[in-house]
C-alpha cells in the first residue's frame, strides 16, 4: 500500500514533530485498512466486515503448529469449539460471484517484520483459515514481510478483488499525507 517515510516529509523534523509522525505512523496503517475495506463496501460483488474478536480454538492453534501451509489449506475445523484466545482480522470479504469467504490482515508494507512477528502473524492467518468456512457457515506499498499465497501486495490488489480498490485507497493516502504536512507545517 502507499508508504509514508520522514524523507517524504521534505525535511528532518525532532522533537514535537517526530512525536506527531510518530503518532501519524500508527494510525496510517489503520487509514488504509478503511480504505481499502470502504472502496470495497463501494463494490456490488463484495460484503466486507471486520471482526474484532475471531475465536481460535485450541485444536486450531495446536493443527498449525503440526501441520504445513498445504495441509493447513485443505483443513477445516469447526468455529466457536473449545476458544483458546481471540484475534483482530482487519477485514473478512465475502465475494458474491465466486462465493469465497476470505481473511486479511492488513499491513502498511513499509519495511520487513522481526521473525517473531511474522511467526505469529503467520500463525494467526493460518488459524483463521482452518476456521474461516466453518465462521462463515455460521454467520453467513509494497514490501512483502509475509509470503505468498498468504499475502498480496498494493499492484495485486484491484485484480485479487475484480474490482478497483487501489484509487481509493490512494485517496485516503494522498489526505492523510496532506494533512499531515499541514499538521507539521503548524506545529
Avoid at 28 to 34: F, P
Avoid at 83 to 89: P, S, V, Y
Avoid at 126 to 154: D, M, T
Wanted: with cysteine; charged share 30%; aromatic share 10%.
Amino acid at each position: 500500500m502507499g508508504q509514508l517515510s520522514v524523507g517524504d516529509l521534505g525535511q528532518n523534523y525532532s522533537g514535537a514533530y517526530t512525536s506527531i509522525v510518530s503518532s501519524a505512523y500508527k494510525r496510517h496503517g489503520r487509514i488504509l485498512e478503511t480504505a481499502l475495506r470502504e472502496s470495497l463496501r463501494d463494490s456490488n460483488r463484495h460484503r466486507v466486515w471486520q471482526e474484532g474478536a475471531f475465536k481460535v480454538s485450541r485444536a486450531a492453534d495446536q493443527l498449525v503448529n503440526s501441520q504445513s501451509d498445504d495441509e493447513c489449506r485443505r483443513t477445516t475445523l469447526p468455529y466457536g469449539d473449545s476458544t483458546i484466545r481471540t484475534i483482530q482480522i482487519d477485514m473478512i470479504a465475502f465475494d458474491d460471484a465466486d462465493q469465497t469467504l476470505r481473511a486479511y490482515e492488513v499491513k502498511r508494507g513499509n519495511g520487513q517484520f522481526d521473525a517473531g512477528k511474522i511467526r505469529s502473524i503467520r500463525r494467526d492467518l493460518l488459524c483463521a483459515q482452518v476456521l474461516l468456512k466453518s465462521y462463515g457457515e455460521v454467520f453467513n506499498y509494497g514490501i512483502r514481510s509475509i509470503p505468498k499465497p498468504w499475502s498480496l501486495v498494493k499492484e495485486e490488489l484491484d485484480e485479487h478483488f475484480g474490482y478497483p480498490v487501489t484509487p481509493k485507497i490512494e485517496q485516503a493516502n494522498d489526505y492523510f499525507r496532506a494533512k499531515l504536512h499541514e499538521l507539521l507545517e503548524a506545529a
